[in-house]
Nanobody
């Protein structure tokens, strides 16, 4: 599985962005897919994930503001980000995980910048 993230950019605090992740290979449809982010000088952290059967999980700091979704017919993963805050800035990565495995497939990342 190969992943390619896109959709990052510059937005004012309180604004919205929608990230996309294009996946290659039919196997993606049976994988758990997720978004992670990494701010400058910080470790990469979990943002949200969606299983192949559409069960979603969010980190506490984005719950209620971000929405993760997938379209298996298009082999795509999305992250709708609303009410963005300066602390949401960073490089956002999409990732995929086979059942019972770790997140072993990663996209190249897309930069999100939030101005205050």
């Amino acid at each position: 599985v190969q992943l390619q993230a896109s959709g990052g950019g510059l937005v004012q605090a309180g604004g919205s962005l929608r990230l996309s992740c294009a996946a290659s290979g039919r196997a993606f449809r049976s994988y758990t897919a997720a978004w992670f982010r990494q701010a400058p000088g910080k470790e990469r952290e979990f943002v949200a994930q969606v299983t192949w059967y559409s069960e979603v999980t969010y980190s506490d700091y984005v719950n209620g503001r971000f929405t993760i979704s997938r379209d298996n017919a298009k082999n795509a993963l999305y992250l709708q980000m609303n009410e963005l805050r300066p602390e949401d800035m960073g490089v956002y990565f999409c990732a995929a995980q086979r059942v019972g495995d770790h997140f072993g497939y990663w996209g190249q990342g897309t930069l999100v910048t939030v101005s205050s």
